[in-house]
C-alpha cells in the first residue's frame, strides 16, 4: 500500500525506524519487527567509501533504494539530504522516488552540498524562504497523494536556539510539511523534550536519538514523538562485527574458531531466497 508510511507515521502509537543502507540489511531489520525503514544517506555512502557529504549522486544512492523497495514491503523513507540542490532538483527527486516505490523522503534546511551533521564545523543554513519553495515544488511533483515529505530542522544543529527552531518548523508546516524531523547533537535530549513541549503536536515530528540514546524512550513517547529513526546502527553493528572476525582469521589463519559466530550459509540463502531447485 503506497499509503503505509503515511498511516504508520499519523497513527497514535510509536512508529520505530531501522535504518538499512542496502537490500540485505533491510531484510534483516523487517525480520527484526521493524514496520519502516530509512535510507540512509549517511551509512549508504559509507558502504560505497565516501563521506557524507553528497559526494554520492542522487541517482546512485537512489539506486541502492530502488534495490531495497524491490526487496521487502516495508515502507521506506528516504533520507534526501537537502535535496541535492534547489527546488528544481527537489520536485525531480520527488518524481522519481514515486517512480520508484518510495513513499517519502526527508530533507534538511542546510546548504548543498550538504556536511553530516555530527561533524565540528560550522553548519549554515538555508534561508527559511529557500526552503519553504522546496517543500512547495515538492508537494506540487509527487505523483503519489500519499507521499510523505518530512522536512528535517538543522537549527539545533547550528547552535540557533529553540526559538529559531520553532519558527522554522512553523514555516515549513504552513509550506505544506506532512512531519517534522526536529535533529539535535547534545547528549542529554533535553532541548528536542523543550522542543516537544513547545510544538504541542501540530503535525508528526520525528527524531533521531543518536547522540541522547541514554534518554529514556518513554519520555518522547509521553510527548507523543510520532517516529523514532536509529539512523545508523545496523552499519556500525557490522563494522565491528567484520572487523573482530577479520581480525581473528588474519592472525589464525583460519576460520575454524569463528565458524559458530557468523551466519551459516543457509541462513544467509534465506535471506536472499535462495533455493536449491
Request: hydrophobic letters at 40%; aromatic letters at 6%.
Amino acid at each position: 500500500m503506497s499509503d503505509r508510511l503515511r498511516q504508520l507515521i499519523c497513527r497514535d502509537e510509536v512508529l520505530y525506524i531501522m535504518e538499512a543502507h542496502n537490500a540485505l540489511s533491510a531484510k534483516i531489520a523487517v525480520e527484526s519487527g521493524f514496520e519502516a525503514l530509512w535510507a540512509s544517506g549517511l551509512t549508504i555512502s559509507a558502504t560505497m567509501g565516501l563521506r557524507d557529504r553528497n559526494e554520492a549522486s542522487w541517482t546512485q544512492v537512489l539506486d541502492v533504494v530502488e534495490m531495497i523497495t524491490d526487496f521487502v514491503p516495508q515502507p521506506v523513507l528516504f533520507d534526501g539530504d537537502t535535496g541535492f540542490g534547489d527546488a528544481n532538483n527537489v520536485s525531480r527527486l520527488v518524481r522519481k522516488l514515486c517512480q520508484r516505490n518510495v513513499q517519502g523522503v526527508c530533507i534538511e534546511d542546510k546548504l548543498f552540498p550538504k556536511q553530516n551533521s555530527f561533524l565540528g564545523n560550522a553548519q549554515p543554513l538555508l534561508a527559511v524562504e529557500d526552503f519553504c519553495e522546496k517543500i512547495k515544488r515538492g508537494k506540487d511533483a509527487q505523483t503519489d497523494d500519499d507521499f510523505v515529505l518530512v522536512a528535517r530542522v538543522e537549527a539545533l544543529i547550528a547552535g540557533h536556539g529553540l526559538g529559531e527552531a520553532l519558527d522554522r518548523a512553523f514555516r515549513y508546516h504552513e509550506s505544506g510539511a506532512d512531519a517534522i524531523l526536529i535533529h539535535s547533537k547534545k547528549s542529554d535530549g533535553e532541548e528536542i523534550l523543550q522542543f516537544l513541549d513547545r510544538w504541542r503536536n501540530r503535525c508528526p515530528v520525528i527524531i533521531v536519538p543518536t547522540k541522547y540514546h541514554a534518554t529514556p524512550t518513554k519520555l518522547f513517547v509521553e510527548r507523543d514523538v510520532a517516529a523514532i529513526i536509529w539512523a545508523n546502527h545496523s552499519l556500525r553493528a557490522s563494522i565491528s562485527a567484520m572487523r573482530s572476525i577479520t581480525d581473528q582469521i588474519c592472525r589464525g589463519r583460519s576460520v575454524t574458531e569463528i565458524e559458530t559466530r557468523i551466519a551459516s550459509l543457509e541462513q544467509l540463502f534465506q535471506l536472499t531466497n535462495e533455493s536449491s531447485a
